[in-house]
C-alpha cells in the first residue's frame, strides 16, 4: 500500500486531497498543527474505513516538523508528499509578509528537506501553489532572476529577505513587489519547484506546482466558482503520476492547473 503525506489536511483542500488518495488505496498521514482539527479530520475518513493515520505539525515550527519526520522513520517510504499547508494573514506589513513566506514558501522547504529521506524513488512531491504566485505579478528584473537557470535556494532567500525589508521600508513597489505578500509567498514556492525538479533531473522522482484554481474554502471564500473535489482533482494527479518509463513520461518541474501546464 503506497504512502501519502499531507499537509493541513485537517480542512479545506487538504482534507479533501487526502479524502481522495485514502480512497485510491493509499495509505495517508493527514497533518495539521492543531491536534482537535486533526483527530476530527481523520476520525470522519476513518468512518468510511479508508487507511487514514493522523500527526501534529505545524510546517512553521522545526521541532514539530522533526518530531513527525522521526515518526515517519518506521513508516514504509512515501509514494506521495502533498505540501499543502498555507495561510493568508490579514494586514500588510513587515510581520504579516515574513510570517506569510514562512509559511507558504519555507514550510514546504523545511518538509521536503526533513521528508527527503523517506521519499521513495519515484515519488511525487507536489507544491500546492496559486496562480496568484504567477511570475506577471513581479517585476521583469525579479522573473529574471527567479527564472535563471542556474537559481539557487540561497538565491530564492535572498528575494524573500529583500521583499520583507522593502514591505518595512514601504518602497516595495519601487523594489518590483506586489502589495500581497501570498502572491510572493507563492511565487517564491514555484521558484523553489523548478530548483528542485532541476536536482531531481535523471531520477524517478518528480516535483510539480499545482494550480488548485479559486475553490470555495474557508481562504477563498463563499464566491469562489470552484468546489473542493474540482481544486484538488488536479493536485491528486499530481500526487498520482506514474513513474518514468510509462507510456506517458511523468513531468518534472511544471505548473499545473487541471491536469494542464500554464505559465510560470
Request: charged share 15%; with cysteine.
Amino acid at each position: 500500500m503506497p504512502v501519502a503525506v499531507v499537509t493541513g489536511a485537517n480542512r479545506g483542500l487538504g482534507f479533501e486531497t487526502a479524502h481522495s488518495l485514502a480512497r485510491l488505496g493509499y495509505r495517508v498521514w493527514l497533518t495539521g498543527r492543531d491536534l482537535s482539527s486533526v483527530t476530527q479530520a481523520a476520525a470522519h475518513l476513518s468512518s468510511e474505513r479508508l487507511d487514514v493515520q493522523l500527526a501534529v505539525l505545524d510546517v512553521a515550527a522545526p521541532a514539530s516538523i522533526e518530531a513527525f519526520a522521526q515518526r515517519m522513520s518506521t513508516e514504509p517510504s512515501i509514494a506521495a508528499l502533498v505540501n499543502n499547508a498555507g495561510s493568508s494573514l490579514d494586514g500588510f506589513d513587515a510581520n504579516v509578509a515574513a510570517a506569510t513566506l514562512d509559511n507558504n514558501y519555507r514550510g514546504a522547504v523545511r518538509v521536503t528537506n526533513a521528508l527527503f529521506g523517506k521519499l521513495a524513488s519515484d515519488a511525487n512531491i507536489v507544491m500546492v501553489s496559486s496562480g496568484m504566485g504567477e511570475l506577471s505579478n513581479l517585476s521583469s528584473a525579479l522573473q529574471k532572476r527567479l527564472l535563471a537557470d542556474t537559481l539557487t535556494l540561497e538565491q530564492i532567500e535572498e528575494v524573500a529577505s529583500e521583499f520583507v525589508s522593502a514591505v518595512g521600508r514601504g518602497n516595495h513597489r519601487a523594489a518590483g513587489f506586489p502589495s500581497n505578500a501570498y502572491s510572493v509567498s507563492k511565487a517564491l514556492l514555484n521558484a523553489f519547484t523548478r530548483v528542485l525538479a532541476r536536482s531531481l533531473a535523471g531520477s524517478a522522482r518528480r516535483v510539480n506546482a499545482v494550480c488548485p484554481g479559486w475553490v470555495k474554502t474557508r481562504m477563498g471564500g463563499s464566491a469562489a466558482p470552484r468546489s473542493l473535489e474540482q481544486g484538488a482533482s488536479g493536485i491528486v494527479w499530481a500526487a498520482t503520476l506514474l513513474p518514468q518509463g510509462s507510456a506517458q513520461p511523468a513531468p518534472n518541474g511544471g505548473f499545473f492547473r487541471d491536469a494542464k501546464a500554464i505559465p510560470w
